[in-house]
């Protein structure tokens, strides 16, 4: 604990020392970057999928949809969340000191949930639909939604981004309290 000059007080809780915070932010920042970068992936299958003029390519995007993309995107959420909770407990921003850290909180955690309830199961369905398109039987119709999860968590995490940067909206709560209450 210490006093600040206006007679008021601060618990100083644990802290990351300058070089561990130094890497959990690079760290953060990779994994928000991969996140990015999986849900574009995700967009260009999506749309392969729907426009490719090859049967055998646009078979080729769902399986790949179905197979190698939920827990990538799952782990670099994770992984985002981990360190960005690391980042808001371990420094000056605090978990939901900040407005813009507890919408990022939400944010994060609304996105990896719905990846698990959502997304996830509903990936069989759009593997087998492009192995069905190979034998001309094609006959699920969710790949008509499938471009909603990419675009909802792309303008999402670019929200979040912007967030990280630009740190709008001040305090959620003050965290000082007066030395003589
Ligand atoms: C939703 C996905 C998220 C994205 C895309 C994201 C993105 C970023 C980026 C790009 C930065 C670097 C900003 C800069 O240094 O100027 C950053 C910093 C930060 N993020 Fe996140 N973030 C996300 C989730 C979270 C979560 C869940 C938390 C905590 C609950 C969090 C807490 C922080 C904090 C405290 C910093 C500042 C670290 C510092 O400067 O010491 N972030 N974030």
Redesign the pocket.
Known sequence: MWTMSAGVTRTRLWRLSQRR?RMT?LL??IS?GAWIGIDVVVAVLVLTGWFAADVDVRSLAYRALAEFVVWPMLASGLV??AT??L??VG?K?G?VRYRW?AV??V??LV?CTLIVVVLQPGMDAVGTYGEHLLTGTPSSSRVRTLFFPPAVSLST?TF??AL??YKPWGRLRRSTRRADS
């Open positions: 915070r932010l953060h920042v928000a985002c969340l960005g909770v980042l808001g420094t921003w978990l850290v990022k909180l944010l994060n996105l995490l979040a981004t990280a940067i």
